[in-house]
């Protein structure tokens, strides 16, 4: 029984297209947020005049919609089927994942009007008023139940690296993010305390949530699309562990010169660096990505690539030389979108590319779209990133100096915001692309072209 | 596989199954064939380069870590040093921001004060003279006219700053003696730093005395 | 890895360990500071009523988008130098504010030691007219304030602003309550007492703990790097 689409894929279909498009729906809202803040950002008058979107609310709000809508939706929906896929059974709990996702998205609702009626946390990446996390927690709870059931109830004893990755981002999200509900909302802690807190938990959204979600889906579609195994495979443990183990103390890296102890900031720098074996040994692994053909590998080694490249540049910009040109400026929101948009977001994409033909049993409903829609998202993320860089530096070289003022960094940033304004534009573009080819593709009626999937061969186990 | 059909984007093919993937890298994982004595490159690699990483964060802990203490804000003190002391005062900074807060509305940012009412400092030769004297204009306050620079100035008294009787201000002798440091060196002035123990000295000798009169103190040294 | 108990054991403990050591040590060492007192009084002082609710305003607007609120020593940029503050901040400066609103972004400039800028802090006159007519790449926030009739004498706290657009006669300017709280805020924002762990440590070999005086007139220096001279300041 080894045709490629079974009784797994069409019987849990329902839950995951939810998700799925609910995570495209706050795609859409995120990237339009995220529009009016880089507009903003050139036109300080831009809305200033309402309230609801002054611009330290706009991008409160572009982040979480970006995060908590796309990614969390995102990488639920895929690291539920691959859980699924491997676990060798149908999505068990399907009404749970339902319910949880009606709830994690009217979760998300509330925390947005509520960013937007003034509980701005103030915290990067953690834009969640205190009120919503509850809610937020128990809806995570009931998506994610369906997937340790998968894990749990597998049909082979071993676990392959896609199952060890998606398994923790689901188990350890909760874990975090009551720990900082509790240090930042219930039970403040005192003074600074927070700041490291929000450290903390900003580093294991990437570490311990986004990045093994992100990589749970790499580790599946590329050894499935080339048919050889992952080269180098019997480390891909060790780079898991790596990873899990030094993540989390990256968080001081926000605190670099700041009113913490030493000691705080020094061992960011020292995980950022011994987390270069993590990415050693997944770019050992995933090496085939770059050569092999396909749309989503396309997209999964975009991703790999700017995950590679934000791991070093994150590492570098910690140390004191750089960081006293690049801290406080548009260089670290660049690294965020590098990582976010460029890394995560991109290999989903390809996740989401290889996944709805199976899913659904068709095929995309058309191609230029998805060319156009890799086009573009290549194109945006490469000036978005690029553009925030160079204003950053530029903002980081007046900053440094004490006779230039702010009026005068603002001229010298200016052409490059406008540059980020088109690569938000044009991202926003491509996903638009994505979603009206995602609604086609579900509104095609059942006689269209039902995918024609090749017979799938044994895996060819690649020398590594 | 040799002859691929040219992929359509619309749907990517998968060339094994998941069981495949599966039981293949369970294989990988398991006890391999042996190699006849072929040495694999990649696990030296990654074992040179994991020690490597792993000697620079120890190394890098060891010197920036300052010791883990909450007080040390600065990576940069070193590992064998002075722990959560307290660190140097810099006179001359603390004297420019006590002169900055209060003295500054009087003897005026330039030094020179204000013609009749307030004595200059810069050029004074009070400032630049005995510290003695200067020592206890601060500290005990200063009533009468004064002459400075051959110009008479009497309208305001000189307000009491040391820790004594009567003090609105109350200032440490290290405050006391970080003013006088910075007053000595700003605006062409020439005098020696002012210590902490010089003023602690007179504090001493002298306990809670009045405000001084100009011929008072032309009688010290 | 095929038992599953030690993979969540493995998952535990790489959470466990890292909040063990970060946060729960920062939070032993930090969480208990005491305030810091000399010979004259004890800081950092609490806010008063309405500058302690500003913080709320300042938190909800999201006023840390742009601005930050915490100064690096002094071989560590140029915060020092551009007056933001006369030395960095530490831990102790934040103990008393429920949300310490570090930020991450310096659109505009860091407003740390705002109420202790050197020669003149801005007044509530002058922050009111920069909240109301907005400044460079800050915005107008307009909403803070409200036109209204005037009723029998002009409030006190009516603002005349110097743009464009007049108010017509027979009104006035108010700002509202959270304008107030925001702008009272501000003026308490101030970091001129001086702790001694802010100090900038000796440079090698001349470690003398204690008030040892310094002839030199340059502004605190640090063992590596040089302190930026000031030559001159533009507006911050």
Redesign the interface.
């Known amino acids: 029984m080894?045709?490629?689409v079974t009784a797994i894929d069409s019987l849990s279909r329902r839950p995951l297209l939810l998700l799925l498009a609910s995570g495209l729906a706050w795609l859409l809202l995120g990237g339009l947020l995220a529009l009016i803040a880089a507009a903003q950002l050139i036109q300080p008058a831009f809305l200033a005049d309402c309230s609801f979107l002054t611009y330290g609310r706009t991008t409160a709000l572009a982040e979480t919609a970006f995060v908590y809508g796309w990614l969390a939706n995102a990488g639920l929906a895929l690291g539920l089927w691959i859980l699924a896929?491997?676990g060798?059974e149908a999505l068990r709990a399907q009404n749970w994942i339902v319910v949880g996702t009606l709830f994690w998205n009217a979760g998300i609702t509330i925390a947005l009007i509520g960013l937007a009626t003034g509980d701005v946390t103030g915290f990067s990446l953690l834009n969640l008023p205190g009120y919503v996390q509850p809610l937020l927690l128990v809806a995570y709870g009931a998506i994610a139940v369906s997937g340790i059931l998968a894990w749990g109830g597998r049909r082979?004893s071993?676990m392959?690296?896609s199952q060890w990755y998606a398994v923790a981002a689901l188990i350890l999200f909760p874990w975090f993010l009551s720990v900082a509900g509790v240090m930042l909302f219930w039970s403040p802690a005192r003074g600074v305390v927070q700041a490291v807190v929000a450290g903390w938990y900003s580093q294991c959204v990437w570490t311990l949530w986004l990045a093994p979600a992100a990589l749970a889906v790499a580790y599946?579609v590329v050894?499935?699309?080339?048919?050889r195994?992952?080269r180098?495979?019997?480390?891909a443990a060790?780079g898991f562990w790596t990873l899990l183990f030094m993540g989390p103390w990256t968080g001081g890296r926000h605190l670099i010169g700041g009113?913490?102890?030493?000691?705080i900031?020094?061992?960011a720098?020292?995980?950022g660096?011994?987390l270069?074996?993590h990415y050693?040994?997944v770019a050992?692994n995933l090496r085939d990505t770059f050569a092999a053909?396909?749309?989503?590998?396309r997209f999964i080694a975009f991703g790999l690539a700017a995950y590679l490249l934000g791991g070093v540049t994150d590492a570098l910009t910690s140390f004191?030389g750089l960081s006293m040109v690049t801290r406080f400026t548009y260089v670290e929101t660049a690294e965020q979108q590098l990582a976010l948009y460029g890394a995560i977001s991109m290999i989903f994409f390809g996740g989401l590319?290889?996944a709805v033909?199976r899913i659904t049993g068709r095929?995309?409903?058309?191609?230029g779209l998805?060319?156009g829609h890799l086009g573009f998202s290549a194109l945006g993320v490469v000036g978005l990133v690029l553009a925030l860089t160079v204003a950053g530096l530029v903002q980081g070289g007046g900053l440094l100096s004490t006779e230039v003022s702010f009026a005068e960094i603002g001229e010298l940033t200016q052409p490059w915001l406008v540059a980020v304004l088109f690569a938000q534009i044009i991202l926003l573009f491509g996903n638009i692309l994505l979603s009206v080819n995602f609604l086609a593709t579900l509104a095609l009626s059942p006689k269209a072209e039902v995918?024609?999937?090749?017979a799938?061969?044994?895996?060819?186990?690649s020398a590594? | 596989?040799s002859t691929?059909p040219p992929?359509?984007?619309?749907?990517?093919?998968?060339?094994?199954?998941?069981?495949?993937?599966?039981?293949?890298?369970?294989?990988?994982?398991g006890r391999q064939p042996d190699e006849k004595a072929k040495y694999r490159l990649?696990?030296i690699a990654?074992l040179f380069?994991?020690s490597g990483?792993?000697l620079?964060?120890g190394t890098?802990?060891n010197r920036?870590?300052?010791?883990?203490?909450?007080?040390?804000?600065?990576?940069?003190?070193?590992p064998g040093?002075?722990t959560?002391?307290?660190?140097?005062?810099?006179?001359?900074?603390?004297g420019k921001?006590q002169f900055?807060?209060v003295c500054i509305t009087c003897h005026q940012?330039t030094g020179l004060g204000q013609a009749g009412i307030y004595p200059p400092l810069a050029g004074s030769e009070w400032v630049n003279g005995p510290e003695e004297r200067v020592i206890r204009i601060v500290l005990d306050g200063l009533k009468g006219t004064v002459h400075v620079a051959g110009k008479e100035y009497g309208a305001a008294a000189m307000p009491v700053f040391g820790?004594v009787a009567g003090s609105g201000?109350?200032?440490?002798d290290?405050?006391i003696?970080?003013v006088l440091?910075y007053v000595r060196?700003?605006w062409g002035n020439k005098g020696a730093?002012?210590?902490?123990d010089a003023v602690t000295k007179i504090h001493q000798a002298t306990g809670d005395h009045k405000e001084w009169s100009e011929a008072e103190l032309a009688a010290i040294k | 890895m095929k038992h599953g108990f030690y993979f969540l054991l493995g998952l535990v403990g790489a959470l466990g360990l890292s909040w063990a050591g970060i946060v729960m040590?920062s939070n032993t060492?930090?969480a208990s500071?005491p305030p810091y007192a000399?010979?004259?009084d004890t800081s950092p002082p609490w806010f008063p009523g309405e500058a302690a609710r500003g913080e709320y305003v300042y938190k909800d607007l999201g006023c840390s988008a742009c601005h930050t609120q915490q100064v690096r020593?002094p071989d560590f940029g140029s915060d020092v130098a551009r007056g933001w503050g006369?030395r960095?901040s530490?831990?102790r400066d934040y103990i008393y504010q429920p949300f310490p609103q570090l930020g991450n972004n310096r659109v505009g400039p860091d407003l740390t030691n705002l109420a202790g800028r050197?020669?003149n802090p801005p007044d509530e006159e002058d922050l009111m007219k920069l909240l109301y007519e907005g400044h460079g790449g800050m915005p107008a926030y307009k909403f803070l304030f409200e036109q209204r009739k005037i009723i029998g004498q002009v409030s006190d706290h009516a603002i005349k602003p110097s743009g464009a657009a007049p108010i017509p006669a027979g009104y006035e300017l108010v700002p509202s309550r959270r304008a107030q709280m925001l702008v009272a805020y501000l003026r308490n924002l101030n970091t001129?007492s001086?702790y001694?762990?802010?100090?900038?440590?000796?440079a090698?070999g001349a470690?003398?703990?204690?008030?040892?005086?310094?002839?030199?007139?340059a502004?605190?220096k640090?063992?590596?790097g040089a302190a930026p001279a000031p030559a001159k300041k533009a507006t911050p």
């Open positions: 080894n045709a490629e896929r491997l060798g082979r071993m392959y690296a599946y050894p499935k699309v080339t048919g195994t992952l180098s495979y019997s480390f060790l009113p913490v102890p030493a000691w900031p020094t061992i720098v020292v995980t660096a011994l270069f074996f050693i040994i050992l053909p396909g749309v989503s590998l004191h590319y290889y033909p095929a995309w409903a058309f191609g998805i060319t995918a024609q999937f090749r799938p061969v044994a895996m060819e186990v590594s | 596989m691929e992929s359509d984007p619309r749907l990517d093919q998968a060339a094994s199954s998941d069981d495949s993937l599966l039981s293949s890298h369970e294989k990988l994982l990649t696990p990654l380069a994991f990483l792993i620079f964060a890098y802990l920036y870590a300052g010791h883990y203490d909450s007080l040390i804000y600065n990576e940069n003190a070193s040093g002075a959560a002391a307290p660190m140097a005062v810099d006179m001359v900074a603390l921001k900055q807060s940012a820790q201000y109350n200032w440490s290290e405050k003696a970080a440091t060196q700003e730093p002012v210590t902490t | 040590g060492q930090l500071l000399d010979d004259t020593r006369d960095q530490v831990a050197r020669p001129t001086d001694p762990e802010s100090r900038p440590i000796p090698a470690e003398s703990a204690g008030s040892a005086p310094k002839a030199k007139p502004p605190a640090a063992a590596s």
